[in-house]
T-cell receptor, first 115, second 113 residues
C-alpha cells in the first residue's frame, strides 16, 4: 500500500528539549516536504527536499532542521522547541514534474505541544 | 511570490451544489490542485488541472482558467460527509524540475441536513 508514515502521532514536550519527528514513504518519490498547520493559516511549508542530500527552506523554516540521507526518509528536527512551534505537522511526498502524477501524499500528521 | 485566495467558509444543504473559488498569483505556474481535509485528518488529493477547462470525477469537478488565474471546485449532490476543509494549491516550477506546491488557507465547507 502506498503510504507516508510519521512518528510519533502525538507528542507533548517541554521547551528546549530536542526532538525528531520521523517520516518515511514507500513510493520512491523524489520530492518530500514538511508542513505545519495552524488554525486559519492553512498549510505552510517548512522545508522540502528534491532528492537525497538536497534540501531547501520553505516559507517558515526558522527553528527547524531536516536531513535527507536516504530517499525514503525525511526527518524533521527541532533542536530547541519553543511554545510557538506547537502545531499539527504533516510530512508529504510526490513525484517530480516530468509526466506526473501530481498527487501529493500526506502522512497522518503529528500533533506537537511544547509547554 | 505566490498567493492564493479562497473563501474561508461556505455552507450548503444536503443535495445542493456548491462552488469553491480560488484565485492565484504565481510565477512558473504548472497546475492547480484541490485537496480535502476532514477534521484532524491528513489532506487527500481530489483533482489536478493543468489545462483550461473542466475535469469531472464523480460528484466533484474542477475548473481552471489560466488566463484569468482562476479555478474552482464544484461539488454536486452534497452529502454530510463532504463537510471538510478544501484547499486549492498551485504547483509552480520556478525553474525546478520538481516544482513546489503552494496552498491556500482553505475553505471550511459545512453541509447541513
Amino acid at each position: 500500500e502506498a503510504q507516508v508514515t510519521q512518528n510519533p502521532r502525538y507528542l507533548i514536550t517541554v521547551t528546549g528539549k530536542k526532538l525528531t519527528v520521523t517520516c518515511s514513504q514507500n513510493m520512491n518519490h523524489e520530492y518530500m516536504s514538511w508542513y505545519r498547520q495552524d488554525p486559519g493559516l492553512g498549510l505552510r511549508q517548512i522545508y522540502y527536499s528534491m532528492n537525497v542530500e538536497v534540501t531547501d527552506k520553505g516559507d517558515v523554516p526558522e527553528g527547524y532542521k531536516v536531513s535527507r540521507k536516504e530517499k525514503r526518509n525525511f526527518p524533521l528536527i527541532l533542536e530547541s522547541p519553543s511554545p510557538n512551534q506547537t502545531s499539527l505537522y504533516f510530512c508529504a511526498s510526490r513525484q517530480g514534474l516530468a509526466g506526473g502524477p501530481y498527487e501529493q501524499y500526506f502522512g497522518p500528521g503529528t500533533r506537537l505541544t511544547v509547554t | 511570490g505566490q498567493s492564493l485566495e479562497q473563501p474561508s467558509e461556505v455552507t450548503a444543504v444536503e443535495g445542493a451544489i456548491v462552488q469553491i473559488n480560488c484565485t492565484y498569483q504565481t510565477s512558473g505556474f504548472y497546475g492547480l490542485s484541490w485537496y480535502q481535509q476532514h477534521d484532524g485528518g491528513a489532506p487527500t488529493f481530489l483533482s489536478y488541472n493543468a489545462l483550461d477547462g473542466l475535469e469531472e470525477t464523480g460528484r466533484f469537478s474542477s475548473f481552471l482558467s489560466r488566463s484569468d488565474s482562476y479555478g474552482y471546485l464544484l461539488l454536486q449532490e452534497l452529502q454530510m460527509k463532504d463537510s471538510a476543509s478544501y484547499f486549492c494549491a498551485v504547483l509552480a516550477d520556478r525553474g525546478s524540475t520538481l516544482g513546489r506546491l503552494y496552498f491556500g488557507r482553505g475553505t471550511q465547507l459545512t453541509v447541513w441536513p
